[in-house]
């Protein structure tokens, strides 16, 4: 199972960018997929899931800013960030939790991430 992530850069405050990433690999289906992002000197914190059942929960701080979204046909999310601050810079990482998926003659439950891309909001 992989995730490939695009999207990110640099942005002015108060600017929008729109990050995307796709599960690929032999996946019978994914719990949650959803975002996550590690600024310089601090813990990889939840942005944004969306839930099998099709839920969407968000970090507070972005709450009314960013707007997770998910294919599951597609095994794709993408996330929109509006507003964006500069306490927004971060990598982003996208994540595809209990992933069921074929090793052999087994089925197993992974967890994915995405490499990680860039945000970075100037003020």
């Known amino acids: 199972v992989q995730l490939q992530a695009s999207g990110g850069g640099l942005v002015q405050a108060g600017g929008s960018l729109r990050l995307s990433c796709a599960a690929s690999?032999?996946?019978?289906?994914?719990?949650?997929m959803g975002w996550y992002r590690q600024a310089p000197g601090k813990e990889r914190e939840l942005v944004a899931v969306v839930t099998s059942g099709g839920d969407s929960n968000y970090a507070d701080s972005v709450k009314g800013r960013f707007t997770i979204s998910r294919d599951f046909a597609k095994n794709t999310v993408t996330l929109q960030m509006n507003s964006l601050k500069p306490e927004d810079t971060a990598v982003y990482y996208c994540?595809?939790?209990?992933?069921?998926?074929?090793?052999?003659?087994?089925?197993?439950?992974?967890?994915?991430w995405g490499q990680g891309t860039l945000v970075t909001v100037s003020s």
């Open positions: 994540n595809a939790e209990k992933v069921l998926t074929s090793r052999g003659l087994c089925l197993i439950e992974v967890d994915s």
């Open positions: 690999g032999n996946i019978f289906g994914i719990r949650g």
